[in-house]
């Protein structure tokens, strides 16, 4: 039994032990940015994917190798476990890349592993994507060929779509016919957000597997007008109805080793939060796991955690599972009302101000 993992243990606190975990979608921007939020993911997760949309975008495998470096000697001065974490890197897809970019990044050995493909115009920073997918097919193939992953933002950006209807759009007009092409391309439909969504990566062979935020398993889109607007609630793709929460969290927990953690934290400083015109993204990355471990126990499904969070990603990306471990246990605390980001422009971290019931304790950190 899934329960028969979570154990009762000194005195009366409830913990859960598992490898440690790998977050396979986030963004740590660059620079002073970087360097105040990247240790959050580096504490507690032993690898990381890290999206390309920065400006300009990390579209060579020099600029992801340089990027690391710098994510590298961010987390090092934090020491603990932050120090022993590992970037992946990605590759921003344009309709410009070259196909021998591709065999650099196969001959870096995991370091950068996979490129994104932005649909132009879908998302922050993603006016340099792709219009026209067929306009990349020389750069799918030899992906296809070196065994380097697509991560895919999986929405149209059509104007003419509504905007809770794009992703499903996507999945059909491009997704589907992409995956029939290429059929031994790696593909991950990135924070997967609608039921359509999850029955395409079900029904699809192995190749095809998706990613899932915590902030889509916790919140419908009722959370963006909770009492008025809230612009904290705000990403891209946007949160849906309940029963599309409903079919997220039901893949989830369900054991498939197609769906696993990628938080997608997006950090945006406050000015460019809350204003006429506020940017999409949730930074999550303070709670990551704690979030997630709160969205699987609401279904009594803590146990289902480990897969998820630990296993499935590393399998789908060619990694080996962590020897390491991290410790969730149920002890509650309070989540700062934000964090310093930028000089006197902070970050309002999902949760800010209110208690979350998981903790998570990482060997080595004195936490
Ligand atoms: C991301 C960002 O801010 O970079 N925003 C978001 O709402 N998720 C971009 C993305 O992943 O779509
Ligand atoms: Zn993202």
Known sequence: MMESMVRADEGSEETLELPRPDDWHVHFRDGA??????????????????????????????????????????VRRRGGAAARFFPVMTLYLTEESDPREIDRA?????????????????????????????????????MEKQGVVLCVHGEVSDRRVDVFDREAVFVERVLAPLVARFPGLKVVLEHVTTAEGVAFVQETPPTVAATITAHHLLYSRNALFEG?????????????????????????????????????????????????????????????LPLYAEAFASVGALGALRGFASEFGARFYGFPVSEERVRLVRRS??????????????????RAGERLEWFVEVGDDGA
């Open 33 to 74: 940015e970087m360097e105040a939020v990247a240790h959050h993911t580096a504490r507690v997760f032993g690898r990381a994917l890290v999206m390309p949309n920065l400006r300009p975008p990390v579209t060579t495998v020099a600029a992801a190798l340089a990027y690391r470096e710098r994510i590298l000697a961010a």
């Open 106 to 142: 196969a001959a870096t050995e995991g370091l950068v592993r996979a490129v994104k493909l932005y649909p132009a115009g879908a998302t922050t920073n993603a006016e340099m994507g792709v219009q026209s997918v067929e306009r990349v097919f020389r750069v799918l193939e030899r």
């Open 228 to 288: 008025g607007v809230r612009p904290h609630f705000y990403c891209l793709p946007v949160l849906k109805r309940e029963r599309h929460r409903e079919a997220l969290l039901a893949a989830a927990v369900g054991g498939s080793g197609k769906f696993f953690l990628g938080s997608d934290s997006a950090p945006h400083p406050r000015s460019r939060k809350e204003g006429e015109c506020g940017c999409a993204g949730c930074f999550t990355a303070h709670a990551a």
């Open 333 to 350: 605390w309070e989540v700062p009302v934000s964090y310093d980001y930028l000089p006197g422009d902070p970050l309002i971290p999902l």
